[in-house]
């Protein structure tokens, strides 16, 4: 008993504070004004160490590789497993719509404004999709993907420093592991942070999982946990072997309640990185694949882009299995979950980008949004946890050999 409490004492702790705030949530609904302060602290918190976190672990972890051709190796290695992926989850959830076709049944509204009213270039976004103009902006979280490629860059150029920048390498390693322990005191308070705002999500957001929108969301979260755990423990296995699933399962749960506590991949970050550990993932493929996974790797996105697709087309009723339709949707799902993933509002953009590529009517919008929402809990699961499996099938395919924690 007591070597159970040691090892899964947390995971414990964190069910029973997820429980009591389903049942707050559920039950006692007045009290969740009192209680959400409590989880938007605790996530404030790990948002703000968030930013030294990923420019640490990714700076850290590039400067030290060893070898001029191994970090080009992971990159090219880590792309074709986050492309090959993404298309499966695709193709696979075509397939589940065409044996299991759902009627949307919804009426077209224009009471939703347009979030994506921006008639700057595309050349224009680019630029700001990538990079900010002031140092400063590379600070907030609505500028992630320019500070993933910052911090990158900045492991790149420690490592071509070579010994003259030595002091400047041990301050990253140091500051990496402040960091990790950082997130180990927070995580200390997460039964209560993620209990409480688990409660908020629960008043909020679960009486609307009904209604018109049932058999869509039905498909959505039946095929999502079934991909969740068949693809998820396949991938674990071409990883590591037979003992790859289990290994993958027993470290993933604390990552997959915090993404369903939070719906932030974001915020589950430090946990993959810890369960990337445990399950001995080098840390220089774990610290460069889970943080970028983190934003330009969503196999949830990818399941909803194709789902908020057949929506719009079941609502006009247009075919949507035509191989040209169903080839194009795979295209726009791509770049909307390895582009426009690490954009602010990036659901946004690949809804008017369906739009616009399938000249649909602009009254389609507000039903992809309202979907793009009620997937939001599993979806955020399956983007979040997705960054570990992946980074395994990376190591797998690097022939670097895992170093398992024993308990």
Not at 158 to 187: C, H, P, W, Y
Not at 188 to 211: D, E, H, N
């Amino acid at each position: 008993m007591h070597k159970i409490l040691e090892n899964y004492g947390s995971i414990l702790l964190l069910l029973v504070g997820i429980t009591l705030g389903s049942i707050i949530g559920l039950w006692l609904p007045p009290w969740v004004d009192y209680l959400k302060p409590l989880g938007d602290i605790f996530l404030n918190l790990l948002f703000v160490s968030i930013i030294p976190l990923l420019f640490f672990a990714i700076s850290s972890s590039v400067a030290n590789i060893q070898g001029e051709n191994k970090l080009g190796k992971i990159i090219g290695l880590m792309s074709i497993v986050f492309l090959l992926t993404i298309i499966i989850a695709a193709i696979m959830t075509i397939v589940a719509l065409f044996f299991f076709p759902v009627n949307a049944g919804m009426a077209p509204s224009t009471n939703v404004e347009n979030p994506m009213n921006d008639q700057s270039s595309w050349g224009d976004k680019l630029v700001s999709f990538l990079t900010v103009n002031e140092f400063n902006n590379l600070l907030s979280r609505q500028s992630m993907l320019a500070f993933v490629i910052f911090s990158f860059l900045v492991g790149i150029a420690a490592r071509r420093a070579g010994q003259a920048a030595s002091a400047f390498t041990s301050f990253l390693n140091a500051g990496n592991e402040v960091m990790k322990q950082l997130l180990l005191i927070l995580m200390k308070a997460a039964p209560v942070g993620l209990g409480a705002y688990f409660a908020y999500q629960v008043k909020t957001i679960g009486p609307q999982l009904f209604g018109f929108y049932a058999k869509p969301m039905a498909l959505y979260y039946t095929f999502g946990l079934l991909f969740f755990f068949v693809f998820f423990s396949l991938y674990a296995l071409l990883a590591y072997g037979k003992k790859g699933p289990q290994l993958f399962w027993k470290n993933n749960i604390v990552p997959s309640l915090t993404a369903l506590s939070t719906c932030s991949s974001l915020a589950t970050m430090p946990a993959n990185l810890n369960a990337a550990k445990k399950i001995g993932i080098p840390p220089a493929i774990a610290n460069v694949v889970i943080p970028l996974g983190n934003t330009l790797y969503k196999n949830g996105s990818a399941i909803s882009s194709i789902l908020k697709i057949y929506v719009a087309f079941s609502m006009l009723g247009w075919d949507f299995f035509s191989w040209s339709t169903m080839l194009t949707a795979i295209g726009i799902t791509v770049l909307v979950t390895i582009v426009a993933g690490g954009i602010p509002n990036g659901g946004y953009m690949g809804e008017m980008l369906m739009i616009s590529i399938y000249g649909l009517p602009t009254e389609a919008i507000p039903a992809v949004m309202i979907i793009g929402t009620l997937v939001d809990p599993l979806a955020t699961i399956l983007n979040a946890t997705g960054d570990t499996v992946a980074a395994m099938l990376v190591t797998r395919l690097a022939k670097e050999k895992f170093q398992v924690q024993e308990d």
